[in-house]
C-alpha cells in the first residue's frame, strides 16, 4: 500500500539521522569528557616543565619561582631533582617514606608510572631529572602500545563504525517500521474506505486501539448519515415525480378545452385570445412542470441514459434548422460553423437535445432587442474532447454572477436570489453534461455578450 510505504521510508529516514545525529553527539561529548578529565585543573605534564624550568642553582642551593611553587600547591603535590649518580640534590614537599637515592632501575620503573603509589611525571633538566609527584588515589596512568599499522587503518576503523552503527540503525528502524505498519496498515485501509464513502470495520487492539474505535464510529455515523440523506432524495424525488404526473392530466384538460375554445368559430373573437392565453401559459407551466421533473431526476441520478454514437455536427443542423423553421425574429441570426464532422460522443439524443436547445433558447430569451449566435462544432486542442460552443453578441451578464447560473433556482450555493424565471434552463444543460462525464464552461461578462461551451470526451 502506497501510504504505509511512504510511512516506512519517512520513519526508516528518520531513524537513521536520529541515530547518526545521536552518535555524532555521543562522540562528541565523549571527547568532551575525555579532554576535559586529561586538563581539569593544570596539566601535569605542564606542572612538571613548569617546575624544571623554574628550577635555578644558585651557588650550591636550588630556588624555585614562586610560579612553580604555586602550581606545586595547587596541585597538592611534590617536587625532587635527581642528579645523575642518583642522589636527590633538591626536594619540595617530598613525602618522608621516599628515598633520597634511586637506582638506575628505579628510575626506570618510575618515570613511567608510579613511585610507591605517587603518580609521578619527570621532565629532563640541566642538572639531573625533575620528578613531581601527586597525591596518592589523585591520578590515573594509562599506557597503551598500538602498531604503526594500525594507527594507520584507525580513520577506516571509524568509518567502518560509523557505517556499520547506520546499517544497524537502518536494519532496526525497518524491523519496528514494519511492525509499526503492520498496526497501522488496518487504520490507513480505514481511512481510504471512509474517503471513498465506504463502510469500514477495524479490528480495536493495539497502541491504535482508540484511533481504530474512532474510525468505526465515524464509519457508522457516515452511514446512518448516507441512509438519511439517500431516503430524503428520494422522498423529494418521488414527491417532485407524483406531483408532475398528478398536475399533467388536469393541465391536459385544460390545454384541450382551452385550444378548443381558441379554434371554435361560435366563439368571440375576444374569448378566443383570452383562451390563445390560457392555452399558451399551460404550456409554459407544462414546460415548467416538466423542467423540474427532468432537473430532479438528473440531480438525483435517476434519469435513465440511454446512450448511442451521436455526431455533434448533424445534431447541431437539425436544431439550428428547427429554429430557423420556427418564425425565429429577424433580429435574430444564427450561424454554424462546423469545423469537422469527427465530433462523434456517445450520448442520450433527448438529452442533448434538450440542452443545446436549452442554450439557444437562453441566447434569444435574455436579448429580445436581437442578437447574432455562433453555434461551432469542433475538436479539443488535445483532440481528446468534442466541443460545441454557442457565442452571442447579446447583452451578456456579469462575470461574478456566471457561477450562479449553474445552480438551482433556491440552492444554498447560489449567491444572489433569482429574481425572474424559474431558472432551470442552464442548470438542466449543466446536469446533462455532467451526466455524459462532460461539463458547461460559461463565460460573460456585461456588454460581451455569451459564451457556452458544451465538452464532452470523445467516442472511441
Known amino acids: 500500500m502506497d501510504g504505509a510505504a511512504q510511512i516506512l521510508r519517512r520513519y526508516t529516514g528518520a531513524s537513521i539521522l536520529i541515530a547518526f545525529f545521536l552518535l555524532i553527539v555521543n562522540y562528541i561529548i565523549l571527547g568532551t569528557f575525555v579532554f576535559k578529565g586529561m586538563n581539569e585543573g593544570s596539566s601535569p605534564v605542564h606542572v612538571t616543565q613548569t617546575v624544571a624550568e623554574g628550577l635555578h642553582q644558585n651557588g650550591s642551593h636550588y630556588t624555585l619561582e614562586p610560579k612553580a611553587q604555586e602550581w606545586l600547591q595547587k596541585s597538592q603535590a611534590w617536587a625532587m631533582l635527581i642528579a645523575n649518580d642518583g642522589k636527590v640534590i633538591w626536594d619540595y614537599a617530598i613525602p618522608d617514606q621516599l628515598p633520597r637515592a634511586y637506582s638506575l632501575a628505579e628510575v626506570a620503573q618510575f618515570s613511567r608510572n608510579y613511585l610507591q603509589d605517587y603518580p609521578v611525571f619527570v621532565w629532563e633538566h640541566e642538572r639531573g631529572l625533575v620528578v613531581v609527584g601527586y597525591p596518592k588515589d589523585s591520578l590515573a596512568k594509562y599506557q597503551f602500545h598500538f602498531p604503526i599499522s594500525w594507527i594507520s587503518d584507525l580513520p577506516y576503523r571509524l568509518l567502518a563504525l560509523l557505517f556499520g552503527n547506520v546499517l544497524l540503525a537502518a536494519l532496526l528502524s525497518l524491523f519496528i517500521g514494519s511492525r509499526l505498519i503492520r498496526a497501522i496498515r488496518p487504520l490507513i485501509s480505514g481511512i481510504h474506505a471512509l474517503s471513498e464513502d465506504q463502510h469500514t470495520h477495524v479490528e480495536a487492539k493495539g497502541m491504535f486501539s482508540g484511533i481504530a474505535r474512532s474510525i468505526n464510529h465515524a464509519s457508522s455515523l457516515l452511514q446512518e448519515k448516507n441512509a438519511l440523506l439517500k431516503a430524503r432524495d428520494e422522498a423529494r424525488s418521488n414527491w417532485i415525480a407524483g406531483i408532475s404526473h398528478d398536475i399533467r392530466t388536469p393541465l391536459s384538460m385544460v390545454l384541450g378545452y382551452a385550444s378548443e375554445l381558441e379554434e371554435s368559430d361560435a366563439v368571440p373573437y375576444e374569448q378566443q385570445q383570452k383562451a390563445s392565453i390560457i392555452r399558451k401559459q399551460g404550456e409554459k407551466?407544462?414546460?415548467?412542470?416538466?423542467?423540474?421533473?427532468?432537473?430532479?431526476?438528473?440531480?438525483?441520478?435517476?434519469?435513465?441514459?440511454?446512450?448511442?454514437?451521436?455526431?455533434?455536427?448533424?445534431?447541431?443542423?437539425?436544431i439550428v434548422t428547427d429554429f430557423l423553421n420556427n418564425d425565429l425574429a429577424e433580429t435574430f441570426t444564427i450561424e454554424l460553423d462546423?469545423?469537422?464532422?469527427?465530433?462523434?460522443?456517445?450520448?442520450?439524443?433527448?438529452?442533448?437535445?434538450?440542452?443545446?436547445?436549452?442554450?439557444?433558447?437562453?441566447?434569444?430569451?435574455?436579448?429580445?432587442?436581437?442578437?447574432?449566435?455562433?453555434?461551432?462544432?469542433?475538436?479539443?486542442?488535445?483532440?481528446?474532447?468534442?466541443?460545441?460552443?454557442?457565442?452571442?453578441?447579446?447583452?451578456?451578464?456579469?462575470?461574478?454572477?456566471?457561477?450562479?447560473?449553474?445552480?438551482?433556482?433556491?440552492?444554498?450555493?447560489?449567491?444572489?436570489?433569482?429574481?425572474?424565471?424559474?431558472?432551470?434552463?442552464?442548470?438542466?444543460?449543466?446536469?446533462?453534461?455532467?451526466?455524459?462525464?462532460?461539463?458547461?464552461?460559461?463565460?460573460?461578462?456585461?456588454?460581451?455578450?455569451?459564451?457556452?461551451?458544451?465538452?464532452?470526451?470523445?467516442?472511441s
Open 338 to 459: 462546423v469545423t469537422t464532422e469527427q465530433c462523434f460522443v456517445m450520448g442520450d439524443e433527448k438529452l442533448l437535445v434538450r440542452a443545446i436547445t436549452n442554450l439557444l433558447q437562453n441566447s434569444i430569451v435574455h436579448n429580445p432587442s436581437g442578437c447574432h449566435i455562433h453555434v461551432q462544432t469542433t475538436l479539443s486542442p488535445n483532440q481528446r474532447n468534442a466541443l460545441l460552443i454557442i457565442t452571442d453578441n447579446g447583452k451578456g451578464i456579469e462575470h461574478s454572477m456566471l457561477p450562479d447560473l449553474v445552480e438551482l433556482p433556491y440552492s444554498s450555493k447560489r449567491k444572489s436570489p433569482l429574481h425572474n424565471g424559474h431558472g432551470l434552463g442552464i442548470p438542466m444543460v449543466a446536469r446533462i453534461a455532467a451526466a455524459h462525464h462532460g461539463h458547461l464552461l460559461l463565460t460573460s461578462d456585461t456588454g460581451k455578450g455569451m459564451t457556452a461551451e458544451l465538452c464532452f470526451p470523445l467516442s
Open 285 to 318: 407551466l407544462r414546460s415548467l412542470v416538466s423542467d423540474l421533473n427532468l432537473v430532479s431526476m438528473l440531480e438525483y441520478e435517476m434519469q435513465p441514459i440511454h446512450t448511442k454514437p451521436i455526431r455533434l455536427s448533424t445534431l447541431a443542423r437539425q
